[in-house]
């Protein structure tokens, strides 16, 4: 009885489910991270009283960096559009170490 075949394919599944599953870890902080910069530009944009563009971020930038406990997390860089209410867009950008907003550059009200 040969059992190679069997075997095979075994191993085959077993490389795809250990690979597919830190991807799909990774893909699920993505969003996580990517909702959390929208709300926070959001609350930016409110702040400023300025319009969020688009009603969402997209990242720019991704690294790693160290957090404040000395462990390594994913530095991610989002990019936002808002608008005065004209018909000119402007950028602004919200840093994430991990899920913690670090560094943004707030909207710019012109009244």
């Not at 996580?32 to 929208?38: G, K, L, P, Q, S």
């Not at 609350?43 to 406990?69: G, M, T």
């Not at 950028?91 to 009200?109: F, M």
């Amino acid at each position: 009885m040969n059992i190679t075949p069997h075997f095979k394919a075994m191993t085959t599944a077993f490389w795809v489910l250990l690979l597919a599953f830190p991807l799909g870890l990774f893909w699920t902080s993505s969003r996580a991270c990517a909702e959390r910069a929208t709300r926070f530009g959001m609350q930016l944009c409110a702040k400023a009283n300025v319009q969020l563009l688009d009603q969402s971020v997209h990242q720019i930038h991704l690294s790693v960096q160290r957090n404040d406990q000395g462990r390594l997390a994913w530095k991610r860089v989002y990019q936002y559009d808002y608008s005065h209410g004209d018909h000119e867009r402007y950028s602004a950008t919200i840093t994430l170490l991990g899920q913690k907003p670090v560094a943004w550059i707030e909207p710019i009200n012109r009244a």
